[in-house]
């Protein structure tokens, strides 16, 4: 007979070992108001009132990690004219101890930010509460349109097509979500491994700039920025004649909020469908660590077209997807721009307006195409010398080559003939 320990240990070890054959996943999924009562939004809101009233309650409670459930089933708050009330909890209690967990974590990760070295402040008030977490087990999925959760038996639901056909999911914790446009359930969902990609033996570069979003080596030019429309103009400029504080602004403040949800998820489609594209077509990606950002400060004219681009988003993405091999980055410093791939002079004469690029020695390119190209020669050079390395030498490498940019020059100058040659 197995002991108790040693039968929970037992599980751990299968679940681990599970866990390697499996993806994890979040999917969203929309809570369908065609289908649910009016009595069960008003149920929701409520829940959401009443997280922030547990969440404001813990943070001004004098010692924050005995907070106990059982002894704060009531709650003091303010009313709108400023007088104590005493409210009542109506909340499950399994909901009840995941918030109190969620604003303990949030000042664990404050302390842990703080003894990094970051400046945080303290954990203030919330105005509102947007999320509810739900742990493991509390989302049960009853039909192809249905889920229950804590509360509510029984709800409707959009979305769950999105992995109710995956043969062997597994539904772990979720998150009940408010936004603008309404409710959502964000679901964390183990799926097993898809079958591993077939490369296709190509690789890009990719040249980021402003007037051409994205060029990649290839030749293929992308504009990566989603404008505001028209609708969303007119109800900020319709905002701004509401009188604050009124019941006609705050309406204006939704619609508001709403228009620039879909702006987001605008840019996040387009962003996603780029990435799959690239990731589909080409083994490896590089790209050049470039400050977008600052972008802004030295090109005001193009300050508007930057600001609403996805390409920060874009960058984010690969830096993540340089641990497992599927990108490269290549420091700031080196002159993609300005180096010619023909006899490896740096030219430094070119200006933003120079379209095609043009070399003493009688090359001529488009400026972006040659710029990707660059990157792209100089990222598998690089990352020829990095396999060779360990992963120590290589950071260490790489903050020699942003200290010493000029030496670095010449030497990746040398690497270009050799590889034309
Ligand atoms: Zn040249």
């Known amino acids: 007979m197995m002991t108790k320990n040693e039968q929970i240990r037992q599980t751990l070890r299968n679940t681990s070992l599970k866990r390697k054959t499996q993806t994890v996943k979040v999917f969203e999924l929309k809570v369908d108001c065609h ?24 943070i001004a409670s004098k010692d924050i990690f005995h907070y106990e459930y059982k002894d704060h089933r009531t709650v003091l708050n303010f009313d709108k004219n400023h007088n104590v009330v005493e409210r009542k ?3 499950q209690t399994g909901i009840h101890q995941n918030i109190i967990k969620h604003v303990q974590t949030d000042i664990m990760n404050l302390s842990k930010a703080k003894s990094k070295g970051r400046h945080v402040g303290r954990l203030k008030f919330r105005k509102e509460c947007n999320c509810i977490p739900l742990k493991t087990g509390m989302l049960k999925i009853i039909s192809s349109k249905r889920v229950s959760i804590p509360m509510f038996r029984n709800i409707a639901v959009y979305g769950l097509e999105q992995f109710i056909n995956i043969p062997g999911y597994e539904v772990a914790n979720a998150n009940i ?13 183990y799926i ?18 402003i007037k051409d979003n994205i060029t990649t080596s290839d030749g293929e030019k992308y504009n990566c920025s989603v404008q505001e429309d ?20 705050y309406r204006c403040l939704c619609q508001i909020k709403r228009a620039y949800e879909h702006q987001v998820n605008k840019r996040d489609d387009d962003s996603n469908k780029l990435l799959s594209y690239l990731l589909k077509t080409y083994d490896i990606i590089y790209f050049q660590d470039e400050q977008i950002s600052q972008w802004k400060k030295f090109n005001k004219g193009f300050a508007r077209n930057i600001q609403h681009s996805y390409m920060g988003r874009i960058k984010a993405r690969l830096i993540e997807l340089e641990k497992s091999g599927r990108s490269f980055e290549i420091s700031r410093w080196v002159p993609t721009t300005k180096a010619c791939p023909v006899c490896g002079s740096i030219n430094t004469g070119i200006t933003l307006n120079d379209r095609i690029y043009k070399c003493d020695c009688g090359y001529e390119f488009d ?13 598998s050079t690089k990352r020829a010398e990095c396999s060779e390395r360990t992963s120590a030498d290589r950071l260490v490498n790489t903050s020699l080559l942003v200290k010493t940019g000029n030496a670095a020059n010449s030497l990746v100058e040398a690497k270009i003939k050799a590889a034309c040659l």
Not at 177 to 189: D, E, L, N, P, Q
Not at 367 to 379: E, M, P, Q, S, T
């Open 177 to 189: 979500i408010r936004k603008a446009s309404g409710y959502y359930i964000k679901v964390t969902v």
């Open 89 to 91: 909890l109506t909340i």
């Open 230 to 249: 028209d609708h969303f103009k007119f109800l900020q400029r319709k905002l701004a004649k509401k009188q604050k504080g009124s019941k006609r602004y």
């Open 192 to 209: 097993p491994k898809e079958n591993v990609r077939t490369d296709t033996g190509k690789t890009v570069g990719l040249d980021f700039g």
């Open 367 to 379: 400026r972006d195409i040659h710029a990707a190209r660059n990157v792209k020669l100089f990222g």
């Open 35 to 58: 289908h649910t009562s009016k009595e069960d939004f008003k149920k929701l809101s409520g829940l959401f009132r009443e997280a922030k009233w547990i969440q404001n309650d813990v």
